[in-house]
């Protein structure tokens, strides 16, 4: 099956990777849902906009251990490394991420579609003044803006509940699953409305697809082409080899 998906690669001409929370794992960060998962032992309501907007001292201080304390320790590990060694060699043309974490563009991706948002910025709920995460004094107060005609709350740049997609990372998207003869859908179980349906799109629209989980997805029987069952970092370093050999 490596070989197989090796050739797929090499012989496609637009290749897009989709990838979800499973990538990220090998990092030490958690999935949101699942055993283990975030939401089974943290009230999901913290990342509802209103909630957050009307329960600020409630929701910020464990979104601040959650996000910056916890997550913000994590660094890319080898699946991120060759996703981004691959963009250097054009073999893959974007990443279209749900994952809110950054790992890619530390990794040295550059052409990044982050779906659901990032936590390397804020974004004020009032004025919609961006800021750098690197230039917010992080503590148990929540941060506001430094607008001295504004000082209205600011939020983490990725989406809550109650939230809708960015727009260019929507339109950056639905552009790929539209020009891509290859997706390579990474880490993801594909049940989280609407980014779900970028893989689809692109199976719809005469993609082939490559799926690489540690178990089957709601993709793995209905588009996947290939199914590669495995940790993305062992799977892509069993592509990125036969890949070497092959350009070699």
Known sequence: MITKAAHLITTSKRISVFTGAGISVESGIPPFRGEGGLWSQYNPIILDLDYYLNHTDQSWP?????????????????????????ENQEIIHEVITQNIDNLHQDAGSKIVHEFHGTASSFICTKCGNIYNRSTIELNNEPPHCKSINCRGLLKPNFIFFGEGIPAKAYEASMIASKKSDLFIVIGTTGEIMPASQIPILAKNNGAKIIEINTSPSSYTNSITDIFLQDKASIALNQLNEQLSRTFC
């Open 62 to 86: 464990i979104i601040k251990k959650l996000f910056f304390d916890f997550f913000g320790q994590a660094k890319p590990n080898q699946a991120h490394q060759i996703l981004a060694s691959w």
